[in-house]
């Protein structure tokens, strides 16, 4: 519940800048690409409620994988269909933003909580809370913030990541002797 929250938050603050870029002409509708985005974001929510669950066999680990599976294919699709309809929008971008830092920390927290990754990998699924934070501390202290250089990789390595993770939980739902460490 916590996690569609803060998605419907997300979706809430962001609504304003659906318009293209350069207008200010607010857009009728979603688009396709802000679509597939919030379907993104339904399905961190639903993954999100793995953490309170045993390590899921059977059907539930498929679904898990299935849900890994989407959000992967979401992210990738989700610019592309923007931009081919011509609806890329400031809320695709923050929805897009929010829903890669909230896609890492599920899954982080989710490889670890079944015991697959060392507790010390969740630094990477908080990257980018701990960017924020480190944004906040230093506007809050007077100090400077200069923009990121521009980057060819980081999308990249952001999204090998998340095809790591979805590649290991279709793993483990495949082997049968893939159990939670005791």
Known sequence: GLAL??????????????????????????????????????CLALLTGFLFAPWPQGPLAWLLVLLCTIV???????????????HATG?????????????????????????????????????????????????RNGKPIFELPPSAHRRLYAGFQMGIMSYRAWLCARLAHCQRPA
Do not use: K
């Open 91 to 139: 809320l695709g971008a923050t929805l897009d933003m929010e829903f890669d830092g909230m896609g890492m920390l599920v899954v982080t927290l989710l490889a670890v909580s079944f015991g697959q990754l060392p507790l010390w990998y969740l630094l990477l699924g908080l990257a980018r809370y701990l960017f924020i934070f480190g944004l906040w501390w230093r506007r």
């Open 72 to 86: 992967d294919v979401a992210d990738y699709l989700d610019g592309f269909l923007a931009r081919r309809a011509n």
């Open 5 to 42: 929250a803060y998605s419907l938050w997300v979706l809430w603050r962001g609504l304003q800048n659906n318009a293209r870029e350069g207008e200010d002409e607010l857009l009728p509708n979603f688009g396709p690409g802000n679509q597939m985005t919030l379907l993104r974001g339904l």
